[in-house]
DNA sequence: TTGTACGCGTTATCAA
DNA sequence: TTGATAACGCGTACAA
């Protein structure tokens, strides 16, 4: 046994190896590893003086080396647009409990709502080998070719809240469309008539879907679509600020009465172009969300909006993406995520 | 050239690697791997037509085997003891920008405020040969020998908000018995005289140190302590909901006039059993948190409190660990963030 | 400028 | 029940 003591280029201990136990063991690196994942045949006083030296000297599995043989690293990309929209935490959560249940770990990225960012941790989360992906895309997307390529690649992409439908991916999230349809319509119901929409960008399917709910409501209840009141707002309350200053420019006879938000962030931002023109919510004008964050239902007038349950999106987006990574299911599912209307004071409704 | 396709155990193709592209260019292995990484010593020429090929047949370099052979992963470990407090997101984000500029990846794990299971997500984060760690401790730790076995074994450690100084890791965050003092103070100052305190865990370096604050402020103004009026919450609103239930149990004569929380979070379920109980605040009640989350601004009554930068002390953090994992500085060090006083209405000082 | 041999720490395979 | 050997994909050291 000669034991060299060569590299010590790391100031600290070395940290011990299989084949440093073995070698204190007397056996071969196999029998430690046989022993150390309790796998059989293995003789039970060798288990225990191995588990013992292990122990002992605070052996720490290589979980690289392993990776690497393995072909498997047991651990998901996580893709985040924007970690500050407090949607994303509560989703994260939801992962993070299915992934840690099952065994995986996360790699978290984030896009910060930028396409090119984005391409690259993809890129970044596939040299690390994650054993498959968890997006919901940047608002700036306009290709989707680095999905296909990381799908064709071998790593299985599952989307969440902003989804990508036709590339063979499962995705997981509320349905846009039926609930926009269901805050707009409860808008309707009591008699607005020009309702606005703030909007998100086309390319991304909540933007997309969210628009539609809107148009379908206003079609069925026989109101007219006025292109004049249907702003880009992207999906930020700057956005949302910006957007409502638009709508609050227009001559007083063509004002909204109401106005639909893509999500609960851009209502914050009309909200607050709302109060800097001294007008009222809901009084002058009625303002509903979707997504009930935490902040919606505590904000001066509580905003009526989508309760999107955020928690159960993450942990079913992960569920299904590792059933994918392990072969138990075949993707291209859509799931869809109940939600339901919570009605509060800045609809005027009550 | 005998090239046996032999395993095919993923059902996709299988990925290029150094090898396979350097018998398609017919050059070796490490002309490849030079050309890949920019390195000289290869002929103009040769790097072109390696480069092609790579892009040609989506090459991604593979950092399992590269982390494996270069002893580092380019990779940080971060312990976030709640995800959904929505102190911690602006944290990760501050960590995910130092981290994201450095090129390094971060693996995002949850303690849940559990010690077991922070303990076994950082094992398990040593096993993924992470660079260094970023934690916050969980609210139930008592022993700091997980933190030490990973010093020891060469990982760093830089803790941020919820630190442990006395073992020789950074710690970053606001100086949390000066800001305690800021705020029970305020109170004092403006003739408040049962000053309660929601208070951490004393094991958590938050929880001890604001209630030191509370208790000097109280000591300067030569107000008494009364230990009925000094409650444990814990870090979440459901503790400072049933911590307050306990002080308005108190017979009237004795109730305090104004709470300090250990953070907002705790304020929140104070407000919420102060509403409970039909009582006013500020008028019957005040109350003062620490953190300033996007919440306290906009709650029924906005929470005066101490403003955290949680996005600076996670860029900090991060930046302290690179700068340590790269060895360009040493461990140990104490760096404290600035905090100020936000005075809203909930202290009823205006 | 390019290539060869070896090692990183682990697991699979097959022989003992 | 155990062990020797060959991968896994890449980088370092040194030879050509």
Redesign the pocket.
């Known amino acids: 046994m000669k034991k060299k003591k060569k590299r010590n280029s790391r100031k600290s201990l070395k ?1 011990v ?3 440093g136990i073995a070698s204190r063991v007397g ?5 430690v ?1 046989r022993a ?2 309790n796998r ?4 039970e006083r ?1 288990r225990r003086r191995i588990l013992k030296v292990a122990k002992e000297f605070g052996y720490s ?2 979980h690289i ?2 990776s ?4 498997r690293t047991e651990t998901l990309g996580v893709v985040v647009p924007e970690i500050s929209h407090s949607f994303f935490p509560e989703v994260i959560k939801g992962i993070e409990q299915a992934a840690y249940s099952a065994g995986y770990h996360l790699i978290l990225t984030h896009s910060a709502e930028d396409e090119a960012r984005e391409k690259d941790v993809i890129s970044t989360l596939e040299s690390k080998r994650v054993d498959g992906l968890l997006i919901s895309t940047a608002q700036t997307v306009t290709s989707h070719k680095t999905y296909l390529d990381a799908i064709r690649m071998g790593t299985p992409i599952v989307f969440y809240d902003r989804v990508v439908t036709d590339i063979g991916a499962s995705c997981v999230g509320i349905n846009d469309e039926e609930c926009c349809y269901m805050v707009t319509d409860h808008l309707a119901e009591h008699g607005y008539k020009a309702i606005a929409h703030l909007c998100g960008p086309a390319s991304v399917s909540i933007g997309r879907d969210r628009l539609k709910g809107y148009r379908k409501s206003l079609s069925r209840r026989g109101l007219k679509l006025r292109p004049d009141l249907v702003i880009r707002s992207g999906f930020s309350e700057e956005g949302g600020y910006a957007a409502t200053q638009t709508l609050l420019r227009l001559p007083q006879i063509s004002r909204p009465d109401a106005i639909v938000a893509v999500n609960d962030l851009a209502a914050f931002g009309a909200m607050r172009a709302i109060a800097e023109h001294k007008l009222r919510i809901p009084e002058d004008i009625a303002i509903v969300g979707m997504g009930d964050v935490a902040m919606a239902a505590v904000v001066s007038t509580p905003l009526t909006t989508i309760q999107q349950p955020a928690f159960e999106i993450g942990k079913t987006a992960a569920e299904t993406l590792i059933s994918e990574v392990e072969g138990r299911t075949k993707p291209g599912k859509r799931i869809i995520i109940g939600a339901r209307l919570a009605i509060r004071k800045s609809c005027g409704c009550s």
């Open positions: 940290r190896t299989s084949k056996v071969s690196v196999m029998t590893s150390l994942n059989p045949y293995v003789g060798t599995p290589n080396a392993r690497l043989v393995m072909q």
